[in-house]
């Protein structure tokens, strides 16, 4: 089990306040910090907390769900991302490098934050990378520790203006996945 009080907490809304429900839940582990950005304008704003992060260990969630901290904390390995997932998202990704995101509880090193660079090296921060860099993450730091444990959505999953409920997801998802992929492959010309 990783000790909380060694992990930086990232959260960001573009609510006013960040939602109470949650944060009283977080309250209880323990956290070494607890960063909060409010009236985000974008999801990748969330690096910007992580590059402030003091810990070399990022706990992050989205705003609208209560997730499984603690048993995530349990089942903790070292070095790669670590992240909770319902069980019809689990079977959806099981044959992907990538995952849908960051969002239902994840735990991961600072350090591979620096992967991230090779995306950047070649297609810029553009719209693809700011609107998937969690989907681009994850591709680029396969395998993952993916756990099937319980998560409470709350009412603000469902609003229109999420991601997943957005008419160009799955265009940008499709995306994201073949320049990783093509990413990977330049790589692996370039080590011959």
């Known amino acids: 089990m990783i000790d909380l009080s060694k992990v930086s907490c990232c959260l960001i809304t573009k609510d006013p306040i960040y939602p109470q429900i949650i944060m009283l839940d977080l309250l209880t582990y323990g956290f070494g910090e607890i960063i909060i950005l409010t009236h985000s304008d974008s999801p990748f704003r969330k690096h910007e907390l992580f590059a402030k992060a003091k810990f070399d260990i990022i706990y992050y969630q989205d705003d609208d769900a209560l997730c499984p901290v603690k048993q995530l904390a349990e089942l903790y390995e070292p070095d790669i991302i670590n992240l909770a997932m319902k069980q019809g998202h689990f079977d959806a990704h099981r044959d992907n490098r990538a995952t ?93």
Request: one cysteine or more.
């Open 100 to 192: 849908m995101g960051l969002g239902w509880g994840t735990l991961f090193p600072k350090s591979i934050l620096k992967s991230l660079k090779m995306y950047t090296d070649i297609y810029g921060e553009d719209a693809v990378f700011k609107r998937e860099t969690e989907r681009i993450l994850t591709y680029l730091n396969y395998p993952q520790n993916r756990l099937v444990l319980p998560i409470t959505d709350l009412p603000s999953a469902y609003e229109s203006d999420r991601l997943w409920r957005q008419a160009e997801h799955q265009e940008y998802k499709s995306l994201a996945e073949d320049l990783c992929k093509n990413i990977l492959m330049k790589n692996e010309r370039n080590q011959k």
